[in-house]
């Protein structure tokens, strides 16, 4: 009996995947007045209850017709470990089909004044289909897509802690109440490619922004691509004030194709035109992504082909030391070459940072913690 309820609790849809007019529909269905569906909402979103019954400011009668119907969450967390310095959470979900995904929570403290910056990592794929050699994601192979509702929820899940660590620092007087913000930025850069799963990532970005639910603005989330040239310019017209980041990690089409499997299909110079596309519909700057491989893609020589590819393109690049995946090929440069990297991209006008890494030592790169609970079970 006790598993035939259990099945039955794991059959549920989960809310998370509805839009706010759906909410509306069921409010009606059950009889209960409109403005319960916006409570509704506001309870799940923006005070990030994930259990019906902690919905206390709706009806008992209410609560019980709703979780006849639906669940509010489906991952299972399986794992949550923090890096020694406390500034990196890791979480590792299980999914209703038995998958595993990870997010990731970085913590920045000092953020030019303001109360810190603490960005979540969100994965959009179960595995991923690309390939990318130096990717411990790409190295497993694709699973499947996941819903709007499992992107959103991970949020959802990080928000959590977020939120109440910074409750316990109002408690300790190291925060004022009014600079409770949780979750500042989101990066979809996690496991998998989001524009390969276009609709549902679309679907969880327009929730995540929406301004009486998560309320992250638009500035503040980056959807990171392997480069899906018809996908960029589909999102160049969406509208939305988010950043993109291109996975780009080489200056032309042979170093790229060694890595990274899908320049064949979408060769550099397709993609450089979309981004130039991309930035006149959008009027926004574009990121670009370099991880420095050692003796694959790091010499000056490819800095400076860098540089004239980039050239007269609004952009800031984002040189990246690579992390050591299990099966890892790829050394680290080190950074007095990585700083001469950033010398030459200089030279040619083009703005750079070298990423600060975080949580080296709970694997925080994407994939590696599934990669790591797979191979020690
Ligand atoms: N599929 C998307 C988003 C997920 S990957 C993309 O490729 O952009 C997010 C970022 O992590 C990408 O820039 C990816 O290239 C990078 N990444 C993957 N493996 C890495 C590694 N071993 N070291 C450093 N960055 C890595
Ligand atoms: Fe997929 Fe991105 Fe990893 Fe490439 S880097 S395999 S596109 S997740």
């Not at 004044?113 to 979540?120: E, V």
């Not at 309320?215 to 004030?241: A, F």
């Not at 690579?322 to 010398?343: C, E, H, I, K, S």
């Amino acid at each position: 009996m006790e598993n035939l309820q259990l099945t039955e609790k794991l059959n549920k849809p989960s809310i998370l995947d509805l839009e706010k007019e759906d909410l509306n529909k069921i409010v009606a269905e059950s009889g209960e007045k409109p403005y319960r569906a916006e409570q509704l909402w506001r309870s799940i979103y923006k005070e990030c209850n994930l259990d019906f019954s902690e919905i206390t400011t709706l009806s008992k009668n209410f609560r019980n017709f709703l979780s006849t119907k639906f669940r509010i969450g489906t991952l299972e967390k399986k794992i949550h470990i923090n890096s020694i310095d406390s500034s990196t959470t890791k979480l590792l979900f299980g999914l209703n089909d038995g998958e595993l995904i990870e997010s990731v929570l970085m913590r920045y403290t000092s953020d030019y004044g303001k109360k810190g910056r603490k960005t979540a990592c969100i994965s959009t794929q179960a595995g991923c289909a690309l390939g990318c050699t130096f990717c411990a994601t790409g190295q497993q192979g694709f699973r499947r897509n996941l819903t709007s509702g499992e992107i959103i929820e991970q949020v959802l899940q990080l928000q959590k802690i977020a939120l109440k660590e910074d409750l316990l620092e109002v408690e300790q007087g190291k925060r004022k109440k009014g600079e409770i913000q949780g979750i500042t930025n989101i990066v979809y850069m996690g496991m998998g490619e989001p524009l390969a799963n276009y609709k549902n990532t679309i679907k969880s970005v327009k929730n995540v922004i929406d301004n009486s639910g998560i309320n992250i603005g638009s500035r503040h989330i980056t959807i990171s691509t392997v480069g899906l040239v018809p996908k960029i310019k589909k999102l160049s017209k969406e509208k939305l004030q988010i950043n993109l980041a291109i996975s780009l990690h080489a200056p032309d089409n042979k170093t790229r194709s060694e890595t990274m499997p899908v320049n064949k299909r979408f060769p550099i110079e397709e993609l450089i035109d979309v981004c130039h596309y991309y930035v006149e519909q959008t009027n926004r700057r574009i990121f670009f992504e370099y991880i420095l491989l050692e003796d694959q893609n790091d010499s000056l020589s490819n800095a400076e082909k860098l540089g004239k590819l980039l050239n007269g393109l609004h952009c800031h690049v984002n040189l990246i030391p690579v992390n050591p995946t299990t099966n890892g090929v790829y050394g680290r440069t080190d950074d007095n070459a990585n700083r001469l990297f950033q010398g030459v991209l200089k030279r040619f006008g083009i703005p750079s940072t070298i990423r600060v890494e975080k949580g080296i030592d709970i694997n925080a790169g994407c994939g590696q913690l599934r990669e790591r609970v797979l191979s020690t079970n």
